[in-house]
C-alpha cells in the first residue's frame, strides 16, 4: 500500500489533535520509496528504500506509466524487473505532498516536515516553500 494514505495520515492526525495541543503538533511529510516486489509474503518479503526522483526513473528506466490511487492520493507503478520478478513501487510526488501540506492547512498545526531530508526531492522543497514560511525548529 501506499506509504502514508491520505485517508490514514488524516486518521492519526485527527486523533493526536484530541491527544495533544495542535501547536505542538507537526506533520512528518515522507520523503522515500518503497519497492515492493511481489507477491509480497507477510514477515518475509523486504522492500527497497529509494528516493522519490529515483521512483520516477525507475518507471520511466522500465517504460511503464505511472497511475495514481485517488483513495490514498499516492502515486505507483508496476514493472517486471530483469529477473522475471514482479514489482510494486510506492512514493510521493507534488500531489501527494500537496495533500498532506492540505492537511496541515485545514488543522491550523505548527506545521509540516520532512521525515529523511538526506534524499534530494526539489519538488516536495519547492511545494513545502511555497505553501508556508520555513523556519528552523530546534529540539
Same mark, same amino acid.
Given at each position: 500500500m501506499a506509504i502514508a494514505p @491520505?485517508?490514514?495520515?488524516k486518521a492519526v492526525l485527527d486523533y493526536a489533535l484530541t491527544e495533544i495541543p495542535a501547536d505542538k503538533i507537526y =506533520?512528518?511529510?515522507? &520523503?522515500?520509496?518503497?519497492d515492493w516486489p511481489l507477491p509480497f509474503i507477510?514477515?518475509?518479503?523486504g522492500a527497497q528504500v529509494i528516493g522519490n526522483i529515483t521512483a520516477a526513473d525507475r518507471a520511466a528506466q522500465y517504460g511503464v506509466p505511472i497511475q495514481? /490511487?485517488? &483513495?490514498?492520493? *499516492?502515486?505507483?507503478?508496476?514493472y517486471t524487473a530483469e529477473d522475471g520478478r514482479e514489482h @510494486?513501487?510506492?512514493f510521493e510526488d507534488v500531489? *501527494? @505532498?500537496?495533500?498532506?501540506? /492540505? =492537511?496541515? /492547512?485545514? *488543522?491550523?498545526?505548527?506545521?509540516?516536515?520532512?521525515? &529523511?531530508f538526506m534524499r534530494a526531492f526539489p519538488q516536495?522543497?519547492?511545494m513545502i516553500n511555497n505553501m508556508f514560511n520555513i523556519e528552523k525548529v530546534y529540539p
Open positions: @491520505i485517508n490514514n495520515v =506533520l512528518g511529510i515522507p &520523503n522515500y520509496a518503497y507477510q514477515g518475509e518479503t495514481f /490511487d485517488e &483513495n490514498a492520493q *499516492s502515486p505507483f507503478y508496476t @510494486i513501487v510506492w500531489r *501527494s @505532498i500537496k495533500a498532506k501540506l /492540505d =492537511l496541515v /492547512d485545514e *488543522s491550523v498545526i505548527a506545521g509540516p516536515g520532512f521525515w &529523511n516536495g522543497y519547492l
